[in-house]
């Protein structure tokens, strides 16, 4: 089954490229708490960091909004994010970029990864920064640790394939 995938986006990497540009359109990384005080000096500790990657190493600056409210991002960026998507021309790469797209919710943060500007453990952090602030807050639930642990597993497996292939 795996295989199928694989030849499939080796065939049509488009749809592919399209679904992480897509993520890019509306990235987890955008969209910061205005409080409390603890969980904004997170998002930005985790979150700054991979914008300031795509700032240099993409030249692709985005808009960041306070709350879900969407907030439209330049065509430029979004795509600077399309060329560096374009750019993990073997197909387990592109798939395991979009694998780590999907699981963490930003593009930006498996771009990084994919390129080595993080690893596969400041990846997933970054990426579950929300979830980290309310488990430190609210303790654990079994149920969606397992969930949680599931998911972590199939991106850490995308970062070792993104790592290898580097």
Known sequence: LAN????????APQPVIDEIVQY??????????????????????????VLDWAASKLNARFALAEGIVH??????SLAAVR?????LSRPFALGAAASA??????ALIALALANGA?????????????????ISQWGE???AQRRLAARHAEFSAAATM???LR
């Open 141 to 143: 639930d079994d149920e």
């Open 24 to 49: 890019a359109a509306s990235d987890l990384v955008f969209y910061r708490a205005g409080e409390p005080e603890g969980l904004v000096a997170l998002q930005n500790d985790r979150w700054n960091p």
């Open 83 to 87: 060329e560096a998507a374009e750019k």
């Open 4 to 11: 199928l995938a694989i030849d499939a986006i080796a065939a």
């Open 162 to 164: 993104l790592s290898l």
């Open 118 to 134: 993080l690893s596969g453990d400041e990846a997933w952090n970054a990426a579950h920064v929300d979830e980290q602030w309310s």
């Open 101 to 106: 797209t999907n699981i963490g919710g930003s």
């Open 71 to 76: 907030v439209r991002q330049p065509d430029q």
